[in-house]
Nanobody
Framework: QVQLVQSGGGLVQAVDSLRLSCAAS????????MGWFRRAPGKERELVAG????????YYASSVQGRFTISRDNAKNTGYLQMNSLKPEDTAVYYC??????????WGQGTQVTVSS
């Protein structure tokens, strides 16, 4: 069992930055890959970024490439999403996700990010 607790988020203006955190407990953090998803009003859930268990490999959606950075600190059992140059279209509820090697997925509680123009 894995518990993911998110922090960060809020209301910012366009071009501002935010950092989301995802603290994990209940299982060896380094044993699962992590990702950040978002769901904007009226849209499907979207994978924003992903990172491998070791942190060596990263993935970014084209919409955030060059602006967002995913990272993880396995010693602190925490994953991060640094979001720079935010745009109004980044407004969404963001969820962290952890996937075990067996393909079992766990989710954080979600956090609202609102970017005003």
């Amino acid at each position: 069992q894995v518990q993911l607790v998110q922090s960060g988020g809020g209301l910012v203006q366009a071009v501002d930055s935010l950092r989301l955190s995802c603290a994990a407990s209940g299982r060896t953090f380094s044993s699962y890959a992590m990702g950040w998803f978002r769901r904007a009003p009226g849209k499907e859930r979207e994978l924003v970024a992903g990172i491998s268990r070791s942190g060596d490999n990263e993935y970014y959606a084209s919409s955030v490439q060059g602006r967002f950075t995913i990272s993880r600190d396995n010693a602190k059992n925490t994953g991060y999403l640094q979001m720079n140059s935010l745009k109004p279209e980044d407004t969404a509820v963001y969820y962290c996700n952890a996937v075990t090697s067996a393909g079992i997925a766990y989710w954080g509680q979600g956090t609202q990010v609102t970017v005003s123009s």
